[in-house]
């Protein structure tokens, strides 16, 4: 008899990326067949910011074609695989619902278990992909792990107290009262005319910037876990004001009134490390006081070079991070939650897959 397929193809449209992935359990992690990526970025560009109804639509006009490269690529066909995956939250509604939709259908006509992935926890399952330079050590010894989620949407704390094949066990410490680390990074880079998601530009005009040119606060003092960084785009609309320039809001840019040059740089510099300590400094309280003996780092802003460069300065514990593929939204990481899910009999039955919904928390 043949044995049941291990290939599981894995949809992701949870906010502004596209992605399909082929996985399958690989000895002690997830190896990926194939995975792509259709980046909106340049759609929502003008707009500084996500719009849904656009991220939607494209969802809809991207995820076929994504499927049949994604297919292609790993050199399989619908009558290959052995069920699919999808996140189902948190996210847009309307962006989550078009992954849902195709997942349902898929699993529906080839009748393949359907496993509904929790995007958060995706981001954390991104570590136990296969064959990443930053993860390979990643082993029991590590535990238990501190795992600080950083990303447009989230900056959250988790630790973990075991690793696949077992339920990770997850205990969530600590969340954001308000913005995102990734979302201040966004908003204070628009103020200051750059274009989104400005994380990265801010990352690369800091380097020849001084972090001290500019005083930008780090909330929430005393000694808790909790992040907040709603503050920081007052801070900065009043520094670019007490500057002399105009706070970048909507429309057409007005160059000549946008901080250049070496102010800029200075700017930049200043409030990352504002960020950056914010979060250096949680993580470093947080591993005394669970006594962690590893860390990890997740999701886009964990891409950021400064916090990795303090991170392994401070932690004094093994920092592991996925590759930076796998940083940002994708689909291989929900691939690699679902795989265990489904090892473990989480699928949905037949009966519950159709009534399967999304959830935007
Ligand atoms: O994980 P992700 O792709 O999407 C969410 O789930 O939110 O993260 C996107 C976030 C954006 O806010 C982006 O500006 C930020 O990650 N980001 C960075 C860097 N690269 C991406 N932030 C700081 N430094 C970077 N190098
Ligand atoms: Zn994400």
Redesign the pocket.
């Known amino acids: 008899m043949e044995s049941p397929s291990k290939y599981l193809l894995a949809i992701e449209t ?2 502004d ?1 596209c992605s399909v992935a082929i996985v399958q359990r690989s000895q002690r992690s997830v190896e990926v067949l194939s995975h792509v990526v259709f980046s909106q970025i340049e759609l929502h560009s003008p707009y500084g910011g996500i719009v849904p109804e656009i991220a939607s639509r494209n969802h809809l006009e991207m995820l076929t074609p994504l499927i049949r490269e994604a297919l292609s690529n790993a050199k399989i066909d619908f009558k290959d695989l052995g069920a699919v995956g999808v996140t189902n939250r948190p996210g847009l509604i309307g962006a989550l619902l078009v992954g849902v939709s195709a997942a349902k259908a898929l699993s529906y006509a080839r009748q393949i278990p359907l496993v509904a992935v929790d ?1 958060l926890h995706g ?1 954390i399952h991104s570590l136990f992909i296969d064959g990443q330079r930053n993860c390979s050590g990643l082993e029991t010894r590590h535990l238990p792990l501190l795992v600080c989620l ?5 900056t959250n704390l988790y630790l973990l107290r075991d690793l696949p094949p077992h339920d990770l066990n997850i205990e969530k410490l600590s969340e954001s009262r308000d913005d ?4 201040a ?2 908003k204070c ?1 628009k103020l200051m005319g750059l274009e989104y ?4 530009h ?2 690369r005009l800091a380097k020849l910037g001084n972090p001290r040119a500019f005083k930008f606060p780090r909330p929430l003092p005393g000694d808790t876990l909790e992040f907040s960084f709603s503050g920081l785009k007052t801070a900065m609309s009043m520094q670019l004001t007490q500057l002399g320039f105009k706070p970048h809001v909507f429309g057409d840019k007005d160059e000549t009134s946008l901080p250049q040059g070496q102010v800029l740089n200075d700017l930049c510099a200043s409030l ?1 490390e504002a960020i950056v300590d914010v979060l250096t400094t949680r993580i470093c309280r947080a591993i005394e006081r669970t006594g962690a003996k590893g860390l990890a780092i997740v ?3 964990s ?3 400064r ?1 990795r460069e303090k991170l392994s300065e401070k932690a004094k514990i093994p920092i592991f991070s996925p590759d930076l593929q796998y ?3 994708n689909a291989a990481m929900i691939g690699a939650a679902a795989v265990f899910q489904w090892e473990r009999g989480e699928a949905l039955s037949k009966s519950e897959m159709l009534k399967l919904n999304a959830f935007s928390s």
Do not use: M, R, W, Y
Not at 197 to 200: C, F, I
């Open positions: 949870s906010c990326e995007h981001h950083v990303s447009g949407g989230h995102a680390a990734g979302e990074f966004d880079a998601p400005g994380g990265k801010i990352d990352q999701g886009g802003v891409a950021n070079s916090l940083c940002t939204d």
